[in-house]
């Protein structure tokens, strides 16, 4: 039954108008003196929606209304005449509203969203103490491979060569018979968490990679080698790739927060040019 008041609904809205509201015009649901009409819902459609789903939306529109509009005769009931005074928070919730969207507008019209990296590296040079790191970052390569593998004394010489043979070597071999190879040498990875891939126990960190460029490590499977090309230490600045994103909101948010208060200095003061408003004397 339901279901079918909901479809004769549907039908309504989409075979004509309904542009005004019939005197003659049937509730589609109702609670206590609180009605709701046909007319009222026509909006909540998104386009291209299909039958099946019309009604699915349909029936969960009226559903919640019928339930806010119980809530709502409950709290007119139960409220006290001063705690269903809200007309002064309605007020003021319409007034911030009006102003977050004409500030909102302006700034999509007014703010200028363009920063160049020439204001990023300024910020971060003037402000490193806020970007120091909690942890201890590498750039690095590492391979897992098994023991079984070929030649890896030829593997232990290129992972630790720069020249272009070498690399490719390396590649070609660690893409055939590696079982986990990564080359970080272009991004900052967290070292604990490379450690933790390797049969091997580092007791301080810190002192580890200020003289090891080099980790070999085994078990009864696998080998791994760990090459350490770049480190951040804990308690340094980030590097500034890692931060620049943060960087870039950090000075967009200033901006807004600058223009904003600017737009309102001037039409503040461009009100008290013109006369707009009084302050009284007041004791």
């Known amino acids: 039954m339901y279901r079918a008041v909901v479809a004769a609904l549907l039908i309504l ?6 542009k005004v509201r019939q005197s003659t015009e049937k509730p589609i649901a109702r609670v206590l003196n609180k009605e709701l009409y046909a007319g009222d819902i026509k909006g909540i459609f998104p386009e291209g929606v299909s039958h099946e789903d019309s009604l699915q939306i349909a029936k969960n529109y009226i559903e919640k209304w019928i339930r806010r509009q119980l809530l ?11 705690e269903k005074d809200v007309k002064e928070q309605i007020d003021n919730y319409r007034s911030s ?27 971060y040079n003037n402000n490193k103490s806020n970007f120091m790191l909690n942890k201890n970052l590498v750039q690095a390569l590492f391979i897992k491979v098994k ?28 893409f055939r018979y590696a079982d986990y190879y990564d080359y970080f ?29 080099y980790i070999e490590a085994y078990d009864s499977t696998y080998n791994y080698f760990v090459r350490i090309f770049k480190v951040t230490f804990k308690g340094d600045p980030s590097p500034l790739e890692l931060v620049k994103d943060d960087i870039e909101k950090i000075i967009l948010n200033k901006r807004k927060i600058e223009l904003l208060a600017t737009l309102e200095e001037d039409i503040y003061n461009d ?3 013109r006369g707009l408003f009084t302050i009284y004397e007041y004791e």
């Open 13 to 18: 809205l989409f075979s004509c108008e309904h």
């Open 72 to 82: 709502l005769n409950k709290a007119e009931l139960n409220l006290t005449e001063s």
């Open 97 to 123: 509203l009006l102003i977050y969207k004409y500030e909102q507008s302006l700034l999509k019209q007014k703010l200028d969203t363009v920063i160049s990296l020439q204001e990023i590296e300024e910020y």
């Open 147 to 174: 023991r079984s593998a070929p030649e890896l004394w030829k593997l232990r010489q290129w992972y630790r060569q720069d020249d272009a043979e070498s690399i490719k070597n390396l590649e070609a071999y660690c």
């Open 185 to 213: 040498n272009d991004q900052w990875v967290d070292f604990s968490a490379l450690i933790d891939k390797i049969p091997v126990q580092i007791g301080n960190p810190e002192n580890y990679l200020r003289y090891r460029q």
């Open 271 to 273: 009100a008290l040019k």
